[in-house]
Nanobody, 122 residues
Framework: QVQLVESGGGLVQAGGSLRLSCAAS????????MGWFRQAPGKEREFVVR???????YYADSVKGRFTISRDNAKNTVYLQMNSLKPEDTAVYYC????????????????WGQGTQVTVSS
């Protein structure tokens, strides 16, 4: 089992940058596939980016070229660097983990953080 805690959200102007962090508990972090999802008010939670335990990355088209996911297994942490932010990136961002499945759907992840708010002003 793993517990996830996100941090790094905040208010930023359009065109700005933020870096989110997701700290995981446990000694098997390197065995987990990790993902970031987001949920805007009134909308369903959507896939943003994921990184496998082999560090292969996959991005949603809407963030490709602007966001970068990385992981530091020594620190049990996954990062989301977000550049060139747009107002439509405003959402609660959630970190997710699963040991067996790696995909772009919510149901493929067993463990979730509490979320961190990102607000991009125009």
């Amino acid at each position: 089992q793993v517990q996830l805690v996100e941090s790094g959200g905040g208010l930023v102007q359009a065109g700005g940058s933020l870096r989110l962090s997701c700290a995981a508990s446990g000694r098997t972090f390197s065995s987990y596939h990790m993902g970031w999802f987001r949920q805007a008010p009134g909308k369903e939670r959507e896939f943003v980016v994921r990184i496998t335990r082999s560090e292969v990355t996959y991005y949603a088209d809407s963030v490709k070229g602007r966001f970068t996911i990385s992981r530091d297994n020594a620190k049990n942490t996954v990062y989301l660097q977000m550049n060139s932010l747009k107002p439509e990136d405003t959402a609660v961002y959630y970190c997710a983990a699963d040991m067996y499945r790696s995909g772009s759907y919510v149901y493929q992840y067993d463990y979730w953080g509490q979320g961190t708010q990102v607000t991009v002003s125009s």
